[in-house]
């Protein structure tokens, strides 16, 4: 077992901080494990995700149970046409009376930002998050800002309404460690569902389980986990198929194999376990790598989707042996 050795965290496992994290989320998120368990990586993994489906889902909740249960800095912001870079960001304002320049922190400034509808929003807004997600800090004019730790974006957008949307630029998808799809629930967990909210929708106030302090813990604790060389072998030659797939105009890019090396180490790390199997890539390769792929217009008129390619591509490359480590 994976166990804690910093004095200034609670003394307990890995494996039951995070199962402390679930638990808590799943008081209030109904037959979402899955779900639970893939922000649980990317959390571990200082990643992003991006929550992709229809409203009324749980997208928003979610996120904000996992806010909740971390006792992290926790801001939302509602995405639409009228929102301004500066609204994401911070900007600087001068004060002729005493002659400073004063900067006021935009909604970026948190631990947990839930993006909602990112995709409604202009694309110079959406750039906006680009410095953020990938370097931690933000630049408002020329000075730069850091980023409080942990910082995670999670970006929720309804994949079927398109009226008055701006589709996310490749540039800014790639910055997503996971694409995550909610899914609707199945009929015993929406009756469970339909039971909680008999006298109307309420909001539930989750206790903290975890600091920012014990997340910190869990991105430090995964760079201990064990890639081997035949397992990084292994993803590089899945990314790397995915270039030259008859489907596929745009392939996965070196960093879409690192979001997948470090989300199969986030599982490997869920399941409490010191190193990494081809069965932790199989399973974290549809969430950190269809996002990242472009199909060719021949795929599209032949209803092929990026899910389907991926599942060719991971069917055709040998998997290697590893024992444990």
């Keep these: 077992m994976l166990a804690k050795k910093n004095s200034e965290v609670i003394n307990r496992s890995i494996s039951e901080l995070l199962t402390a994290i679930k638990g ?29 489906d229809v409203p009324g889902l749980g997208k928003t909740s979610m996120v ?13 912001i509602q995405f639409t046409p009228d929102v301004l870079p500066s609204d994401v960001t911070g900007f600087t304002m001068y004060h002729p ?7 006021y922190q935009g909604a970026v400034m948190c631990n947990i930002l839930l993006a909602d509808e990112l995709n409604r929003t202009s694309p110079k ?14 630049t408002v004019d020329g000075v730069t800002h850091e980023l409080p730790r942990p910082f995670m ?16 630029p490749e540039a800014q998808l790639d910055r997503f460690l996971m694409r995550i799809s909610m899914g609707y629930p199945s009929k015993k967990d929406e009756i469970t ?7 109307g929708v309420k909001q539930a106030n989750l206790s903290p389980v975890a600091s920012a302090k014990d997340v910190l813990f869990l991105q430090e604790a995964l760079d201990n986990i064990v890639c081997s060389e035949s397992v990084m072998s292994y993803i590089v030659d899945i990314t790397a198929r995915t270039r030259t797939h008859k489907d596929v105009t745009l392939g996965v890019s070196p960093r879409g194999a690192i979001a997948l090396m470090r989300a ?19 399973a974290m390769a549809r969430h950190t790598l269809c ?20 599942d060719d591509v991971i069917h055709t490359i040998p998997v290697p042996v590893v024992s444990g480590l």
């Design 24 to 52: 808590n989320i799943e008081t209030v998120i109904v037959g979402k494990k899955e779900v639970a368990d893939l922000l649980m990586i990317c959390l571990a993994c200082g990643g992003h995700a991006l929550i992709e």
């Design 64 to 76: 904000a149970s996992l806010a909740a249960s971390v006792n992290c800095s926790f801001q939302r």
């Design 97 to 103: 009376v005493n002659g400073e320049e004063r900067f």
């Design 125 to 138: 807004t959406q750039s906006a998050l680009l410095q953020a997600m990938q370097e931690g800090v933000v």
């Design 153 to 168: 974006v999670c970006a929720t957008q309804n994949p079927v309404e398109q009226a008055g949307t701006y589709p996310l």
């Design 193 to 199: 569902i339909l039971e909680l909210n008999k006298k």
């Design 264 to 282: 199969s180490m986030g599982r490997a790390l869920l399941l409490d376990r010191a190193f990494v199997l081809p069965d932790d890539v199989q």
């Design 291 to 310: 996002h990242r792929l472009i199909l060719s217009t021949h795929a599209y008129t032949h209803n092929q989707t990026a899910e389907k390619v991926l």
